[in-house]
């Protein structure tokens, strides 16, 4: 078993669990890391059948059913966000939705009346870019989560 998580990938972990040291975990994290993925968790079941595999034979063995499974495993790219709120009048909304979808934000949570408050997810590559936009339009308030 070998997971990776975080937006960094910093936070891992592997286990052998019972099988002799080094010739689980890190293998399944060496074709984790190969694949530069993260957010991911791999566990391989192995079953005895009676013939000793030694731990050149296991490392393979965890390494070559990794590969396989990260194979054909769908891999799902999402980009990093930086959550924010803005308030805005609600005769603003066509200007504010145009650099919405102009710089791929997602739109988290929406309440509308007189005003409007948008909870959106800004590309952390273009966040610069977004808040140069939303300095340019008039009587919005945005603040970071």
């Given at each position: ?89 609600y005769q603003q909304m066509n200007e504010v939705m145009m650099v919405v979808k102009q ?43």
């Amino acid at each position: 078993m070998a997971y990776r998580i975080g937006v960094d990938g910093s936070t891992y972990r592997v286990s052998d669990d019972g099988e002799p040291s080094g010739s689980a975990g890190r293998p399944i994290l060496g074709q984790i890391d190969s694949k530069q993925l993260t957010n991911i968790m791999v566990v391989v079941v192995r079953y005895f059948g009676g013939t000793l595999l030694g731990v050149p034979g296991l490392i393979n063995a965890y390494k070559t059913a990794t590969s396989l499974a990260l194979q054909l495993a769908p891999i799902i790219q999402k980009s990093v966000e930086i959550e924010y709120v803005l308030n805005f009048d609600y005769q603003q909304m066509n200007e504010v939705m145009m650099v919405v979808k102009q710089y791929q934000c997602t739109v988290l949570e929406q309440s509308a009346s007189l005003f409007v408050m948008l909870k959106i997810g800004v590309p952390k590559a273009r966040l610069e870019e977004v808040i140069s936009k939303w300095k340019d339009l008039q009587g919005i308030t945005y603040t970071p989560l």
